[in-house]
């Protein structure tokens, strides 16, 4: 194997520096130089050129290893983008869901007259009975719900759309719809027994009579209705 | 055609840094007897020597990619094997190092003196007898001549591989020489 660099280097320069004689230092160099025989070992010499070329050679799969890294990040910054887009838009159909559901029951309103009940007892004053119906019911509906949801506490998901349900409820009072309401204030009532009467049902008629005259004590009944109380 | 400084160890050194394997090879030939040698001539077993010379060329291969010519090559070699050899002489014996560090404070090992007879005549050869001087040799003027006569060193790179100032490193050498002509003169 050659060996330039196993030269002496320059002794006249060192023995300038050092003021030795340069002979002195030629000789001494010449001298030591005959030791200079001694290599490492065959196999070391191959161990570290391998070594070496591996180093070498692993280069390109480490690069191809940085490439991969270099997308990491916008890859990571992707699928987060994505993915909350995802959960976002499907929590907006959800929530519209819900709304959907909440509102469809009031599309078709259960009786209303059971809603009313406790309005008038509290009416002592009988002018207020025929008082406008809208405020009326304005009133009970907001209030109402809250004991629906009273009444049904045991479950987490109906107190939750208790207030959804009473919005919803409040945004549908139509002038339509308090009309329909109207129908079952008590003249509406007495009107309905009135016709049970004409129709022969007259067991049906007395109950329903006697139901109204347990709920409006004091309301006043037709010449009709007296007259088969 | 390539000119010099295509092949200087420093050329050679960044061509392997940039993937070329053979320039390793090259680089390698050039320096792999000077380095082992001076390991062997400051350690002296063999087995001690082939690993440190190892330890070496595989800082050499492993730090690649941070080399930047700040210095010649072979200051940059001989500045690991230095820094290998101060671990090795803290590994084997604590005492060693201090008398590295210490320069030529330390006396010589008793029954390892030059001028001793025996010394003289089991030395036959002038090879073998200038390897007796050096075993001889404090560890810093031992290191200072090797890095002069194995590493091809000036004084202002000896001074740089062994982190001493320049007037050291010039000390070190000079008391190195001295001791080794009056050796050779006895020999003659």
Redesign the interface.
């Known amino acids: ?9 320059s002794s006249k ?2 023995g300038h ?4 004689p340069d002979a ?2 030629v ?3 010449k ?2 130089g ?3 025989d ?4 065959k196999g ?2 191959d ?3 391998a ?3 591996r ?3 692993a ?1 390109p799969q480490s690069l191809k290893k940085t490439e991969w890294r270099r997308w990491t990040t916008p890859v990571a910054i992707a699928a987060t983008v994505v993915l909350t887009v995802s959960v976002g838009m499907l929590s907006l159909e959800k929530k519209n869901e819900i709304r959907i559901a909440d509102a469809t029951p009031y599309a078709a309103p259960p009786p209303v007259a059971p809603m009313l009940k406790p309005m008038a007892p509290s009416n002592t004053d009988s002018a207020s009975a025929a008082a406008p119906a809208g405020v009326t019911i304005a009133k009970s509906t907001v209030a109402e719900p809250a004991s629906d949801v009273s009444a049904n506490v045991a479950s987490d998901k109906a107190l939750m759309r208790a207030p959804v349900v009473a919005t919803a409820k409040l945004r549908a009072a139509s002038p339509h719809e308090e009309a329909a309401l109207a129908d079952d204030s008590p003249a509406a009532w007495l009107k309905r027994i009135e016709v049970l009467y004409e129709d022969g049902k007259r067991k049906e008629a007395s109950k329903e009579l006697a139901k109204f005259k347990q709920r409006y004590p004091k309301y006043p009944l037709p010449e009709k209705l007296k007259n088969e109380s | 055609m390539e000119s010099d400084a295509d092949h200087s160890d420093e050329a050679l050194m960044l061509r392997y840094q940039a993937g070329d394997a053979a320039a390793f090879d090259l680089l390698y030939a050039r320096h792999r007897g000077g380095l082992f040698r001076f390991m062997l001539r400051q350690c002296k077993q063999r087995s001690h020597a082939e690993e440190l010379f190892q330890d070496v060329w595989m800082n050499v291969i492993q730090a690649r990619s941070r080399y930047r010519i700040e210095a010649k090559f072979r200051t940059y070699l001989y500045t690991l094997a230095h820094n290998r050899l101060i671990d090795y002489y803290r590994s084997v014996s604590r005492s060693d190092a201090v008398r590295f560090d210490d320069d030529d404070a330390i006396p010589e090992p008793v029954g390892n003196r030059v001028d001793e007879p025996h010394v003289r005549a089991e030395a036959k050869e002038q090879g073998e007898y200038i390897l007796r001087l050096l075993d001889a040799l404090p560890a810093p003027q031992r290191e200072a001549f090797l890095l002069h006569e194995e590493g091809g060193l000036g004084i202002d790179e000896i001074a740089m591989a062994s982190g001493i100032s320049f007037e050291a490193a010039k000390s070190r050498l000079r008391y190195a020489i001295a001791k080794l002509r009056e050796g050779l003169k006895e020999f003659a």
């Not at chain 1, 194997?1 to 280097?9: A, E, G």
């Not at chain 1, 001694?38 to 070992?41: G, S």
């Open positions: 194997m050659s060996r330039p660099s196993d030269k002496t280097p320069s060192i520096s050092l003021d030795v002195d230092i000789a001494l160099s001298a030591y005959e030791t200079k001694l290599e490492p070992a070391l010499d161990f570290l050129k070594a070496a070329r180093a070498v050679n280069k």
